[in-house]
Structures are given as C-alpha cells and as structure tokens.
C-alpha cells in the first residue's frame, strides 16, 4: 500500500498546523479529510474520529496518533496528515504528546484493507528515522516526497 497514494497529494498534509488540543487535531484532520471526498461532510467524519477515539486512544506512541474511523458509503480510502507546531496531549500508551498525526477513513465493508493500510502505517511511523525527517521537514511538499520515497 502506497501511503502517497492515500494522501493524494502535499495539499492532503497541513504543515505546522496550529490545533492546541486533541479535538483540534481531529477536527482539522477532518476538513483535510473531507476536502478530498464528496461522500460526507467533516462534520460527520469529525463524530466518527471522536467516535472512534472513545473506544481507545490511536495514539501510537513516541509522538504519532493515527485517528481513523469506517465510514459508510465512503467509496474509497481517503487520508490526511497533520504535523503540529506544538504537540498535543493525544492519551497515548506512552503518555508522550503528539506533534504527528496520519488520519485514515475506510469503507465501512473494506475491512482487509482497513487491516492493510494501518499496519503499513504503523510500520511506517514506528520508523525513527521516518519521524525525525518528518519533524525536521520545512514543507508539506516536502513531507509529502518523503512519503513517496518511503514507498518505493
């Protein structure tokens, strides 16, 4: 699964986003999502993600969360990604804040993919030397050719 793919293109990445909170996180991810679907609405995929986030933390760990959520009638996967200017308390596991953050909606059927594309995710993001280069990017045009050189 090519993670470039699922973002579509650098306008799918918000780069030193200012949301302070974890309900900012997720409501900014959730107009990124939406901007690149016609399916819903991001206030829907915005109750989803909270939705999703009152059944446990997605926050991975060492500064990553990846919100994601099925969405019915959703035609395809559809992604977006935040980095922070500041990082946020996201409940992790490791209780350390967040300053990266991946969200992923699926088609409430496509659970092989589902399972799929979070475990390249989690692979991806549990890479340190993928998140230092991600930290120390200077654009969302540049995050976004790291993520297409991570998929080669």
Sequence with gaps: MLIAALLVNADSISFQD????????LENLSQKLA?????TTAEKIFQVLLERERLGSTGLGKGVAIPHARVPDLPHTVAAMLTLE???DF???DSQPVDIAFGLLVPEDDTNNHLQHLSR???LFR???VCDKIRSSTSADAIFELLLSSDD
């Design 35 to 39: 901007a690149n679907t016609t399916a």
């Design 18 to 25: 200012p949301a302070s909170s974890k309900k900012k996180v």
């Design 121 to 123: 995710l989690v692979t």
């Design 86 to 88: 500041s990082p946020v």
């Design 127 to 129: 890479d340190p030397q």
């Design 91 to 93: 409940e992790s596991a």
